[in-house]
């Protein structure tokens, strides 16, 4: 009996210091990134010095896909980081997504947003909900860059109300008919499979749409016009237009009536992607800010020696930092399988404000040369305002954190 005793506290000890240990791990990571994780930052940062920020300029202004640094992107396992290995992925973590995405978008906005797309909205839903025939289709061919997947769940009527799907899919024999048209597509144009949500039951509402796996060519399936938009333009977006298009019915993913579901999951990871995006944003025109401010002169010495320039800096690096800690706390609790709606939404909330200010004040650093596309902050400013919008406006994320707040309240005093 005291034998059996004794090996019931040392299990529980066992489990404490495992559990200890990961709390230690955790905290680390919040103070000072992994081994693994900084060589990471490094190879993206250095890639994105060297590949993206020079070409960054020429793609915005002639709104051109960078399809040989998407194809690069794609070798160095970048557009399927967290996918498992044994479908030709990377194999790595969230947070490796997080810090990784930081740093393309630090270089190239454009083509942060294609990687989170690839990623996030395409590549994750199909790896959760796919089944082993769908994966091997629809996963491997896309995780080296060589095709590209796209999210259509958005519509002209209906925006941040993702329930409300006009789109529908009906039975026919073997396939299913899609009709609708779907909206604000990024990637679509180069789009060679896309993961479509369409109402199957209007009479069950949003527990009636299902999600669907929808390739390119395919009759009855076109796109409508590219978009002119104000910032990443070097990304297409487009309206994905189903007209009688016919897919087989092994091309549902998941199960009937599982869509909405499958689409509120997905947007949960994606918001750590535009987090990371903007945060890659903000430290872009953060360092435009520096970089300027130490070499502009005026009354004989540099800006930077004045108060209110420094108050100005202070101010952009206290957001960047603060948004940065909340995205790789939610990329950690999803690492470890914990709840983490409410801090993503909080991370896409804090990140994308921040990228907008810090975007503002660095025109504001550099006055008339920030007004000018001689300099790049203009267009950080251009690329940071859509980070508020996508996946979620600011609105949205308000009424998710506070959603999460009152369940958490109710639980604790119910």
């Known amino acids: 009996m005291a034998s059996l005793q004794i090996a019931r506290v040392s299990s529980q000890l066992l489990l404490r210091n495992v559990k200890l240990a990961s709390q230690r791990r955790a905290l680390s ?7 693994t994780h900084q060589m990471l930052r490094k190879t993206c940062r250095d890639f994105a010095d060297n590949e993206l920020k020079p ?6 202004k002639e709104h051109l896909f960078p399809a040989d640094k998407v194809k690069a992107m794609g070798e160095l396992g970048l557009l399927a980081i967290a996918v498992p290995e044994e479908y030709g992925g990377t194999g790595l973590d969230n947070l490796a997504y997080a810090v990784a995405l930081e740093e393309i978008s630090r270089g190239c906005a454009s083509c942060g947003v294609i990687m989170s797309v690839m990623n996030s909205l395409y590549l994750s839903p199909l790896v959760h909900f796919g089944s082993r025939e769908q994966i091997e289709q629809y996963v491997t061919p896309f995780v080296a860059g060589n095709k590209i997947g796209c999210f259509a769940l958005s519509e002209p009527g209906n925006g941040s109300d993702a329930g409300a799907a006009s789109t529908t899919a009906t039975v026919d024999g ?30 069950l509402k949003h527990k009636g749409i299902s999600a669907f796996i ?19 333009r070097g990304s297409s977006t487009t309206n994905l237009i189903f007209d009688g298009a016919r897919i087989p019915k092994e091309n ?13 999951m997905t947007l949960d ?7 990371a995006q903007a945060l890659g944003i903000g430290q872009a025109a953060l360092d435009c800010a520096i970089e300027y401010s130490t070499t502009r002169m005026s009354f004989g010495k540099p800006i930077s020696k004045l108060q209110t320039i420094q108050i100005k800096l202070a101010d952009m690096q206290v957001r960047l930092e603060g948004a940065r800690l909340l ?26 404000e921040a990228a907008t200010f810090i975007s503002h004040q660095a025109i504001q650093i550099l006055g008339g040369m920030g007004y000018v596309s001689d300099m790049p902050a203009e267009r950080h400013y251009r690329d940071a305002r ?19 707040m009152l369940k958490e309240y109710a639980q604790q005093n119910g």
């Open 29 to 35: 990571a919040l103070a000072e990134l992994p081994d």
């Open 55 to 60: 070409i960054a300029a020429q793609i915005d």
């Open 174 to 203: 073997d396939h299913w008919v899609l009709n609708g048209t779907k909206a604000w597509i990024t990637n679509g144009f180069e789009s060679d499979a896309a993961v479509v949500f369409a109402t199957t039951d209007k009479s």
């Open 214 to 232: 929808v390739p390119r060519p395919l009759d009855g399936f076109s796109l409508g016009k590219k978009e002119d938009k104000l910032g990443i």
């Open 252 to 264: 549902l993913l998941g199960t009937p009536g599982m869509g909405f579901k499958i689409a509120m």
């Open 269 to 275: 990871g994606g918001r750590v992607g535009i987090a």
């Open 327 to 352: 995205n790789y706390k939610a990329a950690m609790l999803k690492d470890d399988k914990k709840p983490y709606t409410k801090e993503a939404a909080m991370a896409k909330l804090a990140a994308s």
């Open 386 to 404: 859509i980070t508020e919008i996508y996946e979620g406006t600011s609105e949205i994320q308000r009424l998710v954190i506070a959603g999460c």
